[in-house]
């Protein structure tokens, strides 16, 4: 069934379908146009949303500005799939059309209910005097595709700035509990709790994170995109705070994303944690979200992307689109720490397969025959290494190295504004495999098992599809390495 909110919502969807047709060649010669990862069709792409297992369907929304390649008036794109590897693009879910949202459908999360999905998301105005508002909407659809919408359901309590947005809603026993990322009004960040009998009537219930909580001391001016799950017995509160200064290895980029593990009290309302952990180590890595699916699973997907960083100088803009999403991780948690593992399903992908049961890199920089390729994915494992380093090298434009003296991962490649080579590190005591996937613009590099990874998006030649091993003294490892088939 189609459902009409407004005539100013059909006109909206109707501009959307010409830019998308406007612009779908120009948009499709692009060579860097990933061949498995979701992006926009046109437009700009940031947060994953509203991402949820319904009716045997996974949804993935997303933060969506058709128009141009610049942030803006945020719509809801939506694609659907069966398996979490071949994506169908639908209709857009939202479109910023009503006066409680008309500078943007913010980010914010799915959830089921009585056949239902619910839609939380944050209406973003601004307002004639300039200033900001925000508003918690909720839309509602019976097919999964078409959404009533059913305005703000919570406005914004004393205390914080209007800066105070992306609704993750979760049920624990009979109650319905949304987290919110919030700044106060001494410009600190916070992570805000509200409940529910019947999801349209919220309490709030206080800041469960944020600001001196916890002994954290100063920790940012704003905190985006909460997202608070059981997992393996424990809670886990993964956050994006803006603000935070770099320190040794941590906060390089721009803006950050890491999770807390701690324990939920919901009778007093406490979320008692430990320390913040960054979630990626890699240049491009933003905002994400996770879902429960129907085998028990906790996926998450991430945005490729950091808000505002490098964005003029992605290549891509001369085409018309910006930005994609990482590939679907399980999550598990082992000693305290997330490991994220890419999902099962996306094995399909592989095609051509190349085994080396035996590799030894030592003095010189080697080629593997049929080791190369645009879209790649790489297993290496029983690494031993005597003292020396271990660099692979992708496509000529980007760098792992493993260095097991300093005990350091390194991610190199070069800058997209200036004539430099940048560089992104972590500390691994001991490397003993990696997990890497390639695609035409982007590296996703798992280390023993996902304990660390980064996520990265490298524009290099595109001609050049070489991977280069190299090492001063001996290393050996296990390869296998696969074509990965082109889904978009
Ligand atoms: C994070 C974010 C969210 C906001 C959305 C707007 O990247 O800034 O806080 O809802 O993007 O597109």
């Not at 979630?279 to 996770?290: E, H, I, V």
Request: aromatic share 14%; hydrophobic share 35%; net charge neutral.
């Amino acid at each position: 069934m189609i459902i009409v909110n407004s005539e100013r919502e059909k006109e909206l969807f109707s501009q959307v379908y010409d830019e998308i047709n406007k612009y779908k060649d120009i948009v499709c010669k692009d060579p860097f146009r990933l061949h498995y990862h979701i992006m926009p069709p046109v437009g700009l792409l940031n947060d994953p949303n509203g991402f949820i297992h319904f009716h045997g369907v996974y949804h993935l929304f997303y933060q969506w500005n058709p128009f141009d390649t610049k942030h803006g008036s945020k719509f809801w794109g939506h694609y659907t799939s069966a398996d979490l590897v071949h994506w169908e693009h639908q209709p857009p879910a939202l479109a910023p059309s009503e006066w409680y949202e008309k500078n943007g459908c913010y980010s914010g999360s799915a959830i089921e209910h009585e056949g239902k999905m619910f839609l939380f998301y944050t209406g973003n105005v601004k307002n004639r005097e300039g200033n900001r508002e925000s508003y918690q909407c909720l839309a509602i659809s019976q097919d999964g595709i078409h959404f009533k919408k059913k305005g703000p359901i919570i406005r914004l309590p004393q205390g914080y700035t209007a800066h105070f947005r992306d609704p993750k809603v979760w049920k624990k026993g009979e109650t319905w509990y949304l987290v919110i990322g919030a700044q106060s009004e001494k410009e600190e960040g916070r992570v805000v709790l509200y409940s529910s009998k019947d999801l349209y009537t919220w309490k709030y219930l206080g800041a469960l994170a944020g600001g001196n909580m916890n002994g954290l001391g100063e920790f940012g001016y704003m905190w985006e995109c909460p997202d608070l799950f059981e997992l393996d017995g424990q809670d886990v509160l993964i956050v994006s705070p803006q603000g935070l200064q770099p320190k040794g290895y941590s906060y390089n980029n721009l803006y950050q994303t890491g999770y807390f593990v701690g324990k939920m009290d919901y009778k007093n309302i406490n979320f008692e944690h430990g320390e913040f952990i960054e979630l990626d180590r890699g240049f491009d890595f933003y905002a994400p979200q996770t879902t429960l699916d129907e085998q028990g699973r906790r996926i998450l997907i991430g945005w490729m992307g950091v808000p505002e960083e490098n964005e003029a100088y992605h290549p891509t803009i001369h085409h018309r689109w910006i930005h994609c999403m990482t590939i679907p991780r399980q999550l598990k948690l082992k000693d305290g720490r997330l490991y994220q593992k890419p999902v099962d399903e996306l094995q399909m992908l592989r095609e051509k397969e190349v085994t080396y049961p035996h590799v030894q890199i030592a003095g010189r920089a080697i080629k593997l025959e049929q080791v190369n390729g645009k879209a790649v994915e790489m297993i290496l494992d029983s690494m031993h290494f005597a003292t020396e380093s271990l660099e692979i090298s992708f496509k000529g434009h980007a760098r792992f190295i493993y260095d097991p003296v300093k005990k350091r991962a390194t991610l190199e490649r070069k800058s997209l504004k200036e004539d430099k080579i940048e560089s992104r590190h972590c500390e691994v005591p001991s490397l003993h495999k990696l997990h890497i996937f390639l695609d035409t613009s982007s590296a996703e590099i798992f280390l023993n098992d996902g304990e660390e990874v980064f996520s990265s998006r490298i524009f290099g030649d595109v001609a050049d599809e070489s991977i280069v091993f190299s090492s001063k003294g001996k290393v050996t490892f296990r390869l296998k390495k696969w074509t990965l088939r082109k889904i978009f």
